[in-house]
């Protein structure tokens, strides 16, 4: 099967109309970012915090928490990677699929251009100048097919080993902030600060992501802070459960 590089380059490299790096789907890594970073501290922060609840000892929620976060990081990692790789896997057979109907059914295809211009506006003779300038060139062709008949643009393909590397560091960068105060201070002492730091940490990501967004600053910065205090608050009831029991 072929590869990205490979399809891309059979029609005829990345469009220029794709100049705006933020108008283009390559700004799509704001959400394996976000997504990582996220899911890293909340967890993280529900597992000390349930740790905390059950045994108020400093070495075994540094030896947890930093566990966990290493296995998160990875599963986090590995997971993303193999989801992008199955959905581009999927993307590349569909263009395959197209490519050989284009060879076997040239008529059937060109037909189905005439039918999408025709919903677009274009009639007569204008419609057939389309349709022929379309079909004259075997990369242009398949590009059309594959954007206006599939919803497949290839410059929008996620490489899997980008985004499973950039999950895994999101993740592990924010996920070892609520352990830290526990290397510094008694775990008395480092719960408060190992709550507001994943707090503080929860707001600027969601207030960050505004910047691509264009939303409100506090409302997105608060809702990830109320969805992380969610996680928490049960990580800490259970831990104290777990601890009575």
């Known amino acids: 099967m072929a590869s990205r590089s490979k399809i891309l380059e059979e029609l005829g490299g990345r469009p220029g109309y794709l100049d705006e790096a933020w ?5 799509k890594l704001i959400r394996e970012v976000i997504y990582g ?4 501290l909340v967890t993280s922060l529900g597992f000390v915090i349930g740790v ?10 540094l030896i947890t928490g930093i566990a966990g976060a290493s296995a998160g990081a990875l599963s986090m990692g590995f997971s993303a990677y193999i989801s992008s790789k199955s959905q581009m896997e999927f ?28 919903a ?6 204008e419609l057939e100048m389309v349709v022929n300038r379309i079909t004259s060139n075997p990369s242009v062709w398949l590009r059309v097919m594959m954007e206006e008949e599939l919803g497949l643009l290839v410059e929008s393909f996620d490489t899997p080993w980008v985004v499973g590397s950039v999950t895994a560091a999101a ?4 996920a070892f902030l609520p352990i830290l105060p526990y ?5 008395q002492n480092a719960f408060p600060w190992s709550v507001g730091i994943s707090i503080a940490a929860l707001f600027i990501l ?9 939303l409100s600053l506090w409302r997105s910065g608060l809702e990830i802070v109320g969805i992380g205090m969610i996680s928490a608050l049960v990580g800490y009831g259970i831990g104290k459960l777990a601890g009575g029991l």
């Open 120 to 125: 677009k506006g274009f009639h007569g003779q």
């Open 206 to 214: 969601g207030a960050g992501k505004t910047y691509w967004t264009r």
């Open 23 to 27: 108008h283009s789907p390559k700004g």
């Open 183 to 187: 290397a510094q201070v008694s775990p």
């Open 37 to 40: 970073a996220t899911d890293g």
């Open 52 to 61: 905390f609840g059950a045994l108020h000892d400093s070495r075994i929620i």
């Open 91 to 118: 993307f590349l057979a569909e263009i395959e699929r197209e490519r050989r109907e284009m060879k076997e059914m040239p008529d059937k295809e060109r037909e189905e251009i005439r039918k999408i211009y025709r």
């Open 171 to 174: 993740y592990a960068a924010s």
